[in-house]
């Protein structure tokens, strides 16, 4: 994701070809360019660790969809072979609900889905609810798994984002002289500094199209009249 920061001193970058400066301005311009190269780098450097993370997150997502899934088949199961009733799925064997059980956090529901098939198997179910008692271990082993496989580049994310805004200060200060040189060198081009400063937002966001007027309504007209009758004669 593009950084407010980010998206500004692109935009500047982009314009500094465009306006003539004085020797101290141009002198602010090329270490602002400087300064806002590295950050940019530090950005990206950032933004590909994101997508890691967000791919090993995403991963995580997907197993506790499985195990989910598992704990519902587990849930019907139990109530098909007479070991609990339709109001309360996993009867005694917890004291969660099939929607409270899954929407706990990743490891915490991987550990309440060990606690409820080992209490499933002290019961000596018949085959069907140990085969789902096996899928459900083994979808909350995946889920472990991935989270465990999520540290890394949850931590590398966090590492290249404390980088990224170490740059932030010296961006700042050299942005800020950037700014009181331009609009010193600039003072006599009007409009100059404005268009070099502007806010990319206010360029790229469209205006929004005129609603068409309505058509004017036809003038009514005239009712004709009805014509007089003659009185009648005595």
């Known amino acids: 994701m593009t950084t407010p920061e980010k998206a500004f001193g692109d935009a500047i ?9 004085d020797a101290r301005a141009k002198a602010a311009a090329r270490e602002f ?12 450097a950032a933004a590909t660790k994101e997508r890691a993370r967000r791919a090993a997150l995403d991963a995580v997502g997907a197993a506790d969809e499985a195990l989910d899934l ?7 199961n139990l109530i098909g072979v007479g070991l609990t009733k339709r109001t309360k799925p996993f009867g005694a064997f917890t004291s969660h609900s099939v929607t ?24 000596k179910p018949p085959a069907d609810v140990l085969a789902a008692c096996v899928a459900v271990e083994r979808a909350a082993a995946a889920v472990e798994a991935k989270l465990t496989a999520y540290d890394a580049p949850q931590k590398a994310w966090q590492k290249s984002i404390a980088a990224r805004d170490a740059h932030l200060v010296p961006w700042q200060k050299s942005l800020t002289r950037l700014r009181v040189l331009a609009k010193a060198s600039l003072l006599d081009d009007e409009g100059a500094y404005d268009a070099l400063t ?26 004709a009249q009805p014509t007089a009758q003659p009185s009648a004669q005595p």
């Open 13 to 21: 970058v982009g314009r500094l070809g465009e306006v003539k400066l």
């Open 33 to 44: 360019s400087s300064v806002h190269a590295k950050y940019a780098a530090a950005h990206e």
């Open 70 to 76: 598992a704990v519902g088949r587990l849930a019907d």
């Open 100 to 123: 409270s059980l899954c929407g706990l956090g990743y490891a915490k529901e991987v550990a309440e889905c060990g606690k409820l098939t080992r209490n499933v198997r002290k019961a």
């Open 198 to 223: 502007a806010s990319p937002e206010s360029i790229t966001v469209a205006k929004r199209p005129r609603k068409p007027k309505p058509a004017a309504a036809p003038a009514p007209q005239p009712t």
